[in-house]
């Protein structure tokens, strides 16, 4: 698929301390509209705390950012309403069931009534949950749940989607039927971007920064990192910048 050349997120010298400690060490990068944009690192170098600024959570300590169109600092509500979040620590409550999820989540996002139930009979036709519509969360299987709190996420029609580590704890199977939904949403124009520290997954990715110690170490086409670091994987990219 083509990529547009318009940037929807654009981030400069983005810096985020707490305390002496600098979580985002001056990043600098573009995503363009339509990219699935993987943001790549072991846990702990900072991607959480970024994606939590990118999505109007945090605030930055210093730095320029815009997202889908709006400025971080000032447009917060507006860049809230453009997109979509979906974390692997929380995403859907367990004592709600799916349908009652779907409903939830479809409020917050400013969805009307009938646009809900419309929406909603559609995503689990989709999926295939019409049996777990009344189901509690807490009782469907692990990979059931991704699936479910991604669609939840672009119920909405959102410009972006954030994934944050959406993968965590699932089997392979789950990981590709999850990342084969990415691919759908992209398809549909919606942005994709997601923080992973399986490095396999970069390789589904239009581009992917990699972040070592709170700094952007790489940034590019997984091909194109694969041949600057003479590399058969990204796997192997990785490791090569994280002895560095």
């Known amino acids: 698929m083509s990529l547009s050349n318009e940037n929807i997120i654009t981030v400069k010298n983005l810096v985020k301390k707490f305390g002496t400690f600098v979580a985002n060490d001056h990043l600098t990068f573009e995503v363009k509209k339509g ?3 993987g943001f790549l690192g072991a846990n702990g170098a900072g991607k959480t705390t970024a994606i939590k600024i990118l ?6 300590t210093s730095g320029e950012l815009s997202v889908a ?14 997109i979509g979040y979906m974390s692997q620590r929380f ?16 409020g917050i996002y400013g969805l009307r009534k009938k646009e809900i139930d419309s ?3 559609d995503l689990m036709q989709r999926l295939g949950f019409e049996s777990a519509r009344n189901k509690l969360i807490r009782d469907i299987p692990l990979g059931w749940k991704q699936k479910l709190a991604f669609s939840v996420a672009i119920l909405h029609n959102p410009k972006i989607v954030f994934l944050d580590e959406p993968t965590g704890g699932v089997d392979p199977i789950t990981r ?6 990415i691919f759908e949403a992209a398809h549909g124009g919606i942005t994709v971007f997601v923080t992973t520290h399986y490095m396999d997954e970069a390789e589904y990715c239009d581009r992917v920064s990699i972040m070592v110690d709170g700094r952007i170490a790489a940034l590019d086409t997984p091909d194109n990192l694969k041949r600057q670091f003479s590399a058969p994987s990204m796997n192997e990219v990785f490791i090569k910048l994280a002895r560095t």
């Open 35 to 37: 990219e699935i944009f």
């Open 91 to 106: 995403s859907l409550y367990d004592d709600l069931t799916v349908f009652e999820n779907i409903r939830f989540y479809g």
């Open 69 to 82: 169109g709006f400025d971080i600092y000032t447009q917060r509500e507006k860049v809230k309403k453009n």
């Open 55 to 60: 999505c109007g959570l945090s605030y930055p």
């Open 176 to 181: 590709r039927q999850f990342w084969d939904m």
């Open 119 to 121: 929406r909603s009979h």
